[in-house]
């Protein structure tokens, strides 16, 4: 998030994208409910009715995967209709020619077309983000998880470069972090093209300086995303796995082919709380601590770092991660990391990463949590980003065009199937369903199918129902709604019997590799 | 680049000027108690009062909540009124004297919260604001037991919100949080007169009402009469359990909240939120932060290390067997394969310590940036 949390309150216009806040954030969708009931105006765009959606001041029901087609037919609107900013525009972006250039046939009747708002709908959310001083976007897996999910987010920027939106309280670019450390795992370098602190593994004095602080000469070549590794075990490009704090069985897209192709490898590791699905296939499986029984650090997704403490004694023989990951690490032949503690070991990630070498657990303890960027002990964190312009100099204008999802309906698969998450569940659910409470109110899978195909396809409410798609088949009960539109359905990916992504496709975003969890085409089977 | 924003109070919150205020500029001046305050237009007296450190006692305000000044608790003499005003939603204007800790004043808090204490047949729950107030203050005179037949809901089978109507004082914290707040508005004042309650539409369970479970009927109760139902057994619920500080490991808002831990028995037996206006969460929470802990204790959770025996079955052993089980099959899988046939995924459920670990894992000790985490795809 470029703004911070309690600066949603103050908005005077929310654009809420790609996320179904409520049920994926509800404390910060607490904060959108305040801000809306103080007389913020608010745009709701999803392909489901959903619980914002009765609250706002337009809901545009778009069809899913075209978030493009509306995206751009929003900034063909302020363009044409002088809505832009035309001295941010010169002073902090590059490149506003090429999306003017592209955006330009692309009229609200044209994106209507293919997005399936109504073009004076699009008009009017256009003219009112576009006009409103305070106006911040919030979208989170709802833009990303498509084959064309960075486009999505590009199509986003647009819109807030070319009205100024951004560097200013309430007014910015806010995706929503799912995780609790999302942002933190993301800072910390967990990822193939970053060292901490989105510091690039191909960059020479990048790579020293991690050289220098670690004693080791370091890969130059970026390595392998998670879409990437899941499919290489397949050819045997991935023998040996480490994985933490996942189920990927569960989580992962295509789940028949990854199944099939774990026997291929030679080493399966695993650290975690419960014996999840991927950890009953592993060699070796390290008992970890979870959140309550350990120290460490959080960060949010307004980019606040807090503390995690130790409230109660991890289980048996149960360890933190962090602890096992330095004994492991030892066990193959680094001992760099013997002896540190928590502390320690963020203050070596902080030595080497500007943005947060301000931040400490002292100053943590002492002040409640820090935003970053926060380069000095000194400074007081950021809350938020862009103030004095662009932090990279010049803001990019990126023009996209509209490409469709991999996997559309057809005469044999006629129903276009969305999955995602609710309110009372998180991910994989092996935390949650172990609360009675929450499995009271959600004990089983179900998926959300319009009346009007439920009576052609002869189902009735809370029917099991066979829910097919060209991967893979699983049972749900069916739960008559007009949340979703005629031709569509929504399931829930929280249940390990009824797997969401045995039904996904694995085709990853081009640049993120971040599959398209959205959008497949399926077939609803009676059972009987 | 440096950016002189300074770090909260969170916008908004209790210890941030008024929105309400216009342009929060302090350009009026009201006297509390023989010292004069600056006050912005639109704020009340009680803002005033507490940002000049003058305590006045409340029991249906919450300052995440539009002041009904319904509960009478925090009367006070104002030089505009003859008859005594509610500070939570008197507005200040220019020149306002006014006493929040006169005798009259101190009459009227015992008078009412002896009121109180009548209509509490099972007693004031310890350790409540209601119970605070009244150690405060003091009860007189005392004054018989009233018989207020309030219903609950008996039938009630959800697992984590129990209203108790014993101790209810209907000064509507719960409903109108419940409305303002999380917004969905499953509660409400019902009946009339002495009979008046807190109930849901047709009196139905919570789970089958509009309610979400957040628990902020809980936690903005000044009374004990909504409590957590896991815990309602337990003498010991709201005082000496021993509160730490965390963040939450469900979503990315990253609310803090406090575990309340029993240490004898090494459990987490409740999880409260911290006060309105302190962090980002404001004092709220939602169902998972609040209710779904009952994971950490589990029954189910791993306790000893495992490893796959020649048979195939995972067994357990010791930390020793099994760390160098898994070191020897990640080298072994390097020194066949090669280094980039090694893929480390890495968890954004897990710290950002355990996530350095763990690439560091990857590129220190492999030498391979094949190292990625379960929120990328």
Redesign the interface.
């Known amino acids: 998030m470029t703004n911070?949390?309690?600066?949603i309150?103050?908005a005077d216009c929310l654009f809420v994208i790609g996320s179904n806040t409520?049920e994926?954030?509800?404390?910060?969708a607490?904060?959108m409910?305040?801000a809306v009931?103080r007389g913020a105006k608010l745009i709701v765009a999803d392909p489901r009715r959903i619980w914002l959606a009765g609250?706002a001041d337009h809901y545009l029901q778009l069809n899913p995967g075209t978030d493009v087609a509306l995206l751009n037919g929003m900034a063909h609107t302020i363009i044409a209709e002088g809505l832009t900013d035309p001295a941010f525009i010169a002073q902090h972006t590059e490149g506003f020619e090429a999306v003017k250039a592209q955006v330009a046939p692309w009229t609200p009747e044209r994106a209507s077309a293919v997005c399936g708002v109504p073009a004076d709908d699009i008009r009017a959310a256009a003219r009112l983000y576009a006009t409103t001083y305070k106006a911040g976007i919030y979208y989170t897996l709802g833009i990303t998880e498509h084959t064309h999910g960075t486009d999505n987010v590009y199509g986003l920027s647009n819109l807030v470069l070319m009205t100024g939106h951004l560097g200013r309280?309430s007014s910015g670019m806010n995706p929503?972090?799912?995780?609790?450390?999302?942002?933190?795992?993301?800072?910390?370098?967990?990822?193939?093209?970053y060292?901490?602190g989105y510091q690039r593994?191909v960059d020479d004095d990048a790579r020293r300086r991690?050289e220098a602080a670690?004693g080791?000469?370091?890969?130059d070549?970026?390595?392998?995303?998670?879409?990437q590794?899941?499919k290489?075990?397949r050819t045997?490009?991935?023998?040996?796995?480490?994985?933490?704090?996942?189920d990927?069985l569960v989580?992962?897209?295509n789940l028949n082919e990854l199944e099939k192709a774990m026997p291929n490898l030679?080493?399966l590791?695993v650290q975690?709380?419960?014996?999840n699905l991927t950890?009953?296939r592993?060699?070796?499986?390290?008992?970890?601590a979870?959140?309550?029984?350990?120290d460490?650090?959080?960060?949010?997704?307004?980019r606040?770092?807090?503390?995690?403490?130790?409230?109660?004694?991890p289980?048996?023989?149960?360890?933190?991660?962090?602890q096992?990951?330095?004994?492991?690490?030892a066990?193959?032949?680094?001992t760099?990391?013997v002896g540190m503690t928590?502390s320690d070991?963020?203050d070596?990630?902080a030595g080497l990463c500007d943005k947060f070498a301000g931040i400490s657990y002292a100053r943590i303890e002492a002040?409640?949590?820090?935003?970053w960027?926060c380069?000095t002990p000194d400074?007081?964190?950021?809350?938020?980003l862009h103030?004095?312009g662009p932090?990279r100099g010049k803001a990019q204008f990126i023009p996209v065009d509209f490409r469709p999802s991999v996997e559309l309906p057809d005469p044999a698969w006629p129903l276009l199937l969305c999955t995602g998450r609710t309110?009372?569940h998180?991910n994989a659910a092996?935390?949650?369903r172990?609360?009675?409470?929450?499995v009271?109110?959600q004990s089983a899978c179900f998926v959300e199918v319009h009346p009007e195909d439920a009576s052609r396809l002869g189902l009735d409410d809370q029917e099991r129902v066979e829910v097919r798609t060209r991967r893979g088949a699983i049972e749900a009960a069916v739960r008559l709604t007009t949340r979703v539109a005629p031709g569509r359905i929504w399931l829930p990916m929280h249940f390990a019997e009824a797997r969401a992504n045995l039904l996904t496709v694995d085709a990853?975003d081009g640049v993120?590799?971040?599959?398209e969890y959205k959008v497949c085409a399926a077939q609803l089977n009676r059972l009987d | 680049m440096p950016d002189d924003v300074p770090p909260g109070p969170f916008p908004g919150s209790a210890a941030a000027p008024a929105r309400a205020a216009g342009d929060g500029l302090a350009t009026l001046s009201v006297v509390i108690d023989g010292t004069q305050v600056h006050a912005a237009p639109g704020e009340t007296l009680l803002q005033a009062a507490r940002r000049a450190g003058v305590t006045i006692p409340t029991l249906c305000h919450d300052e995440r909540l539009a002041p009904t000044g319904a509960c009478r608790m925090c009367l006070v003499e104002s030089s505009d009124s003859r008859r005594m005003v509610p500070a939570c939603r008197h507005p200040v204007a220019e020149g306002l004297e006014v006493v929040t800790d006169s005798a009259r004043v101190h009459r009227h808090r015992q008078s009412l919260l002896s009121l109180y204490a009548a209509d509490a047949p099972e007693g004031v729950k310890p350790g409540t604001e209601l119970d605070r107030h009244m150690r405060t203050y003091g009860l007189e005179p005392g004054l018989p037991q009233v018989n207020a037949p309030r219903e609950g809901r008996p039938d009630d089978d959800n697992k984590y919100v129990l209203f108790q109507p014993e101790s209810c004082i209907l000064c509507a914290r719960c409903t109108r949080y419940c409305d303002e707040v999380e917004a969905v508005a499953a509660i409400t004042l019902a009946e009339r007169g002495s009979a008046t309650t807190i109930a849901t539409a047709d009196n139905v369970s919570l789970l089958d009402s509009t309610c979400e479970l957040c628990g902020g009927c809980i936690d903005t109760c000044p009374t004990g009469a909504l409590v957590e139902r896991k815990v309602a057994h337990r003498q010991d619920t709201f005082p000496s359990l021993k509160p730490v500080r965390t963040t939450c490991n469900y979503c990315g808002v990253g609310c803090q909240f406090d575990l309340q831990v029993d240490p004898a028995a090494n459990q987490v037996v409740r999880v409260t939120s911290p006060a309105p206006g302190t962090t980002t969460n404001d004092g709220n929470l939602c169902v998972k932060g609040r209710f779904a802990y009952g994971f950490i204790g589990h029954p189910e959770r791993l306790t000893e290390p495992l490893i796959r025996d020649a048979s195939g079955e995972l067994v357990p052993t010791d930390w020793d067997t099994a760390l160098q089980r898994a070191a020897d099959l990640l080298t072994g899988v390097r020194d066949k394969f090669g280094k980039d046939t090694l893929g480390f995924i890495s968890s954004s459920r897990c710290t950002n310590e355990e996530n350095y670990l763990v690439q560091k894992l990857a590129r220190a000790a492999f030498g391979t940036n094949n190292c990625h985490q379960c929120a990328a795809t």
């Not at chain 1, 070549?221 to 879409?227: R, T, W």
């Not at chain 1, 289980?315 to 991660?321: E, L, N, T, V």
Request: charged share 20%; hydrophobic share 40%; aromatic share 8%.
């Open positions: 911070s949390i309690g600066e309150r103050n409520t994926a954030h509800p404390v910060l607490m904060e409910k305040r009931l609250m309280e929503l972090r799912g995780q609790n450390n999302v942002q933190g795992a993301n800072d910390a370098g967990a990822s193939p093209i060292f901490p593994v991690f670690w080791v000469a370091l890969d070549q970026p390595g392998l995303n998670l879409n590794m899941m290489e075990i045997g490009g991935v023998r040996g796995l480490f994985v933490m704090g996942e990927i989580s992962e897209p030679e080493a590791i975690d709380i419960f014996l950890a009953q592993a060699d070796v499986v390290f008992p970890a979870c959140f309550a029984e350990k460490g650090t959080f960060t949010n997704s307004e606040r770092v807090q503390r995690v403490r130790e409230a109660v004694a289980p048996g023989q149960a360890r933190p991660d962090w096992i990951l330095v004994d492991l690490t066990r193959v032949g680094y760099g990391n928590p070991i963020y070596e990630m002040e409640g949590g820090l935003q960027p380069p400074h007081p964190g950021t809350r938020f103030r004095e932090l309110l009372y998180y092996t935390q949650t172990r609360d009675q409470g929450v009271d109110k990853g993120t590799g971040t599959a």
